[in-house]
């Protein structure tokens, strides 16, 4: 069942939404925001409509499949946006039976609401006590009000200030919010309809139907063996975390750090998840911890601070680095510090990362300066008039101070991997109508981790065939709920993409093979593209900012040098 949520007269419907059947995650929220939302609308106008809708998997707790999508058009890209996020909320609202929440239009008035989400359906509660909290307090006062098990996603003074570069904060298994809906600005969207939070209490919620229930299981037991088994996913990542990756890049000179000036950091052991770990392991937190009911990867944790307290959780690769070898700051406490920060405030800590790395170019602070990086952020917290900057994201940060390297792809910052050393993934970045995602199509699995093949990441030959192909699977795994990182067992073990195959087939009594799907994958490519187009992003800003492709990144001494004709061959399917 679908709600739609009618800011202005403050009414809730249910809708049966027959034509999006078939479609779930990003499949659907993208298709929803292609046929339903004015290309040309404004991101936080009355046109734009704010999605939040459940996977294909959703609320059946398959391997690693606890994913939901949420939609907008971006207020930072001024394009389509889908953000997956993790946490409990797609579970409970899947097990709701709920398909699709849809908030539309603005509120006549100005106000602070709640949608709540339970086995009696979906309603609009004001809570004016929540206006101008942050998301940690938010959450405390949403489970003292509807218990510690309920799923809650809100924002925090950076998405009620409608800042570009405001995220959407989801509490994980323990009720704290370290998951968020990241990247995009979709919390500024939730800001202007005046949603401060939605919660889901799935208490009393039906048991789900399969089609054919012991099909769905054995899908879902190759899957879990496979995830169970690939190095990368029963090994690496349950013990150190997606913040393995910092040695790895810096030793392949992948780095971005001092505001993509160099390919490695000399603190890089200081941020590594080798250090991570040991700093957990000392301080009483705990490192293998799953981000959602069912996961079997564990690559979250939860870090303590000097005292034994909890600073943070779901503390990824990508934050350390952005806030990290970014603005050559080596103090791992600070680095969480800040990831604390920017998930209580509300912010995408990639495009706060990125844009703090502009500043520190501009001369506002050195790198390596922690404490003013810090105070920095709480300006974004304080909505000073340079806070209002830097949570408009690195773009405008960069236009603001005049500065000409400025890393973003379609007003998004891009992240923790440089595409002059990783050119697979710096076709990703180029190309994905997200703008620049490493989401989208991690073409980091076979450049650097030689998952899937081998691809010489220094070499522009192939990197168009790679990043095509993943962002087409991606499409479809960001569909399913699966979490990105299955993609590395299922590239390697094809048992593994059989399960899935087999668990969406039983789920709901198809018949589609692995090329149906791959075929639902390029459609959601075509939706989106579709919709940038109409919203006036033109095929020409398919590439990366020029100083890529003329300053030559140490060590390797690399320049970006795919030609801009061969990325224009990305979407030729």
Same mark, same amino acid.
């Given at each position: 069942?679908?709600?739609?949520?009618n800011?202005?007269?403050?009414?809730?419907?249910?809708?049966?939404?027959?034509q999006?059947?078939?479609?779930?995650g990003?499949?659907?929220?993208?298709?929803?925001?292609?046929?339903?939302?004015?290309?040309t609308?404004?991101?936080?106008?009355?046109?734009?409509?704010?999605?939040?809708?459940?996977?294909?998997?959703?609320?059946?707790?398959?391997?690693?499949?606890?994913r939901m999508?949420? %939609? +907008?058009?971006?207020?930072?890209? *001024?394009?389509?946006?889908?953000?997956? $996020?993790? !946490?409990?909320? &797609?579970? @409970?609202?899947?097990?709701?039976g709920?398909?699709?929440i849809?908030?539309?239009?603005?509120?006549?008035?100005?106000g602070?609401?709640?949608?709540?989400?339970?086995?009696a359906?979906?309603s609009?509660?004001?809570?004016?006590?929540?206006?101008?909290?942050?998301?940690?307090?938010?959450?405390?006062?949403?489970?003292?009000?509807y218990?510690?098990?309920?799923?809650?996603?809100?924002?925090?003074?950076?998405?009620?200030?409608?800042?570009?570069?405001?995220?959407?904060?989801?509490?994980?298994?323990? %009720? +704290?919010?370290?998951?968020q809906? *990241?990247?995009?600005?979709?919390?500024? $969207?939730? !800001?202007?309809? &005046?949603? @401060?939070?939605?919660?889901?209490?799935?208490?009393?919620?039906?048991?789900?139907?399969?089609?054919?229930?012991?099909?769905y299981?054995?899908g879902?037991k190759?899957l879990?063996?496979?995830?169970?088994?690939?190095?990368?996913?029963?090994?690496?990542?349950?013990?150190?975390?997606?913040?393995?990756?910092?040695?790895?890049?810096?030793?392949?000179?992948?780095?971005?750090?001092?505001?993509?000036?160099?390919?490695?950091?000399?603190?890089?052991?200081?941020?590594?998840?080798?250090?991570?770990?040991?700093?957990?392991?000392?301080?009483g937190?705990?490192?293998?911890?799953?981000?959602s009911?069912?996961?079997?990867?564990?690559?979250?944790?939860?870090?303590?601070?000097?005292?034994?307290?909890?600073?943070?959780?779901?503390?990824?690769y990508?934050?350390?680095?952005?806030?990290?070898?970014?603005?050559?700051?080596?103090?791992?406490?600070?680095?969480?510090?800040?990831?604390r920060l920017?998930?209580?405030?509300?912010?995408?800590?990639?495009?706060?990362?990125?844009?703090?790395?502009?500043?520190?170019?501009?001369?506002?602070?050195t790198a390596?300066?922690?404490?003013?990086?810090?105070?920095?952020?709480?300006?974004?917290?304080?909505?000073?008039?340079?806070?209002r900057?830097?949570?408009?994201?690195?773009?405008?940060?960069?236009?603001?101070?005049?500065?000409?390297?400025?890393?973003?792809?379609?007003?998004?910052?891009?992240p923790?991997?440089?595409?002059?050393?990783?050119?697979?993934?710096?076709?990703?970045?180029?190309?994905?109508?997200?703008?620049?995602?490493?989401?989208?199509?991690?073409?980091?699995?076979?450049?650097?981790?030689?998952?899937?093949?081998?691809?010489?990441?220094?070499?522009?030959?192939?990197?168009?065939?790679?990043?095509?192909n993943?962002?087409?699977?991606?499409?479809?795994?960001?569909?399913t709920?699966?979490?990105?990182?299955?993609?590395?067992?299922?590239?390697?073990?094809?048992?593994?993409?059989e399960?899935i195959?087999?668990?969406?087939?039983?789920?709901?009594?198809?018949?589609?093979?692995?090329?149906?799907?791959?075929?639902?994958?390029?459609?959601v490519?075509?939706?989106?593209?579709h919709?940038?187009?109409?919203?006036?992003?033109?095929?020409g800003?398919?590439?990366?900012?020029?100083?890529?492709?003329?300053?030559?990144?140490p060590?390797?001494?690399?320049?970006?040098?795919?030609?801009?004709?061969?990325?224009?061959?990305?979407?030729?399917f």
């Amino acid at each position: 069942m679908f709600y739609r949520i009618n800011m202005k007269d403050l009414l809730v419907k249910e809708d049966a939404g027959e034509q999006y059947a078939g479609l779930g995650g990003r499949a659907l929220s993208s298709r929803l925001v292609e046929e339903e939302v004015e290309p040309t609308a404004h991101p936080l106008g009355e046109k734009n409509k704010l999605v939040f809708v459940t996977s294909l998997l959703s609320g059946t707790g398959a391997p690693n499949g606890g994913r939901m999508s949420l %939609g +907008a058009k971006s207020p930072l890209t *001024g394009g389509i946006k889908e953000s997956n $996020v993790g !946490g409990t909320m &797609g579970m @409970k609202l899947g097990r709701l039976g709920v398909r699709g929440i849809i908030v539309e239009g603005l509120p006549a008035q100005e106000g602070t609401y709640v949608i709540q989400v339970s086995a009696a359906g979906v309603s609009l509660v004001e809570m004016p006590e929540l206006k101008g909290l942050n998301i940690y307090d938010t959450v405390a006062k949403l489970q003292d009000k509807y218990g510690p098990k309920t799923a809650i996603g809100c924002i925090g003074t950076a998405g009620e200030k409608r800042m570009a570069a405001a995220c959407v904060g989801f509490t994980d298994m323990e %009720g +704290a919010p370290t998951r968020q809906a *990241g990247r995009g600005g979709l919390g500024a $969207v939730m !800001g202007s309809k &005046g949603i @401060k939070a939605i919660v889901a209490d799935d208490s009393g919620a039906g048991k789900l139907v399969y089609a054919d229930e012991d099909a769905y299981r054995a899908g879902a037991k190759k899957l879990a063996n496979a995830l169970l088994t690939h190095p990368v996913t029963s090994q690496a990542l349950p013990a150190y975390g997606t913040d393995v990756l910092v040695n790895i890049l810096s030793e392949a000179g992948g780095l971005p750090t001092r505001n993509f000036s160099e390919g490695r950091f000399e603190g890089a052991n200081d941020l590594g998840g080798e250090t991570m770990a040991e700093t957990i392991k000392a301080r009483g937190g705990k490192v293998g911890h799953g981000c959602s009911p069912g996961c079997v990867i564990r690559c979250s944790q939860i870090y303590h601070d000097k005292d034994g307290k909890v600073l943070t959780g779901g503390f990824e690769y990508e934050s350390v680095w952005s806030m990290g070898a970014n603005l050559g700051i080596n103090n791992l406490d600070d680095v969480a510090l800040m990831n604390r920060l920017c998930d209580d405030y509300g912010l995408d800590t990639i495009d706060t990362g990125v844009a703090l790395g502009v500043l520190m170019e501009a001369g506002l602070f050195t790198a390596g300066d922690s404490k003013a990086a810090i105070s920095l952020i709480h300006e974004v917290g304080q909505a000073t008039p340079l806070g209002r900057i830097i949570g408009a994201g690195a773009a405008v940060t960069g236009k603001v101070f005049g500065m000409r390297r400025v890393p973003v792809v379609k007003g998004q910052a891009i992240p923790a991997y440089d595409p002059r050393a990783v050119k697979g993934q710096g076709v990703t970045y180029a190309t994905t109508p997200m703008g620049a995602d490493h989401t989208a199509g991690y073409a980091v699995a076979t450049n650097i981790l030689n998952v899937g093949g081998k691809l010489d990441p220094l070499v522009a030959e192939g990197q168009v065939d790679l990043s095509r192909n993943l962002q087409i699977a991606t499409a479809f795994v960001d569909s399913t709920g699966l979490c990105l990182f299955v993609a590395f067992a299922i590239l390697d073990i094809p048992e593994g993409l059989e399960g899935i195959v087999e668990m969406c087939n039983a789920r709901y009594g198809w018949n589609k093979s692995v090329e149906d799907y791959l075929e639902m994958g390029k459609q959601v490519l075509r939706d989106e593209r579709h919709f940038n187009k109409q919203a006036g992003i033109a095929e020409g800003s398919d590439d990366l900012p020029d100083f890529f492709r003329t300053e030559k990144l140490p060590p390797h001494e690399v320049v970006f040098d795919v030609p801009k004709d061969e990325l224009n061959k990305v979407f030729d399917f």
